[in-house]
């Protein structure tokens, strides 16, 4: 159990604590509860295939990309960039 608690804890210092400067307690719950909304839903999972946990499943390929935008999100603070089609 040491192991997977070890690598979470690495993961989150690389993706996140390394890159901003945690101003208090309440600041760093802030910028965790943001980073576990990202990486329970957006992140891409190696066992499903790149895919994130919530993608049902392969999107569909695109041949004109005119007709499809793309929505970038910023989280937090600009630090990871998640992407979602546009309707």
């Not at 997977?4 to 890159?19: F, K, N, P």
């Not at 295939?49 to 041949?63: G, S, T, W």
């Amino acid at each position: 159990m040491n192991t997977h608690c070890e690598r979470v804890i690495g993961t989150i210092r690389r993706e996140v604590l390394d890159h901003i400067l945690i101003t208090g307690e309440s600041h760093a719950r802030q910028v965790l509860k943001t980073y576990e909304a990202h990486y329970n839903r957006h992140r891409p999972r190696q066992a499903r295939d790149q895919l994130p946990p919530e993608a049902r499943e392969d999107p569909a390929p695109v041949h004109d990309l005119d007709t499809r935008r793309l929505l970038r999100t910023r989280i937090p603070g600009g630090l990871i960039n998640e992407y979602r089609h546009t309707a």
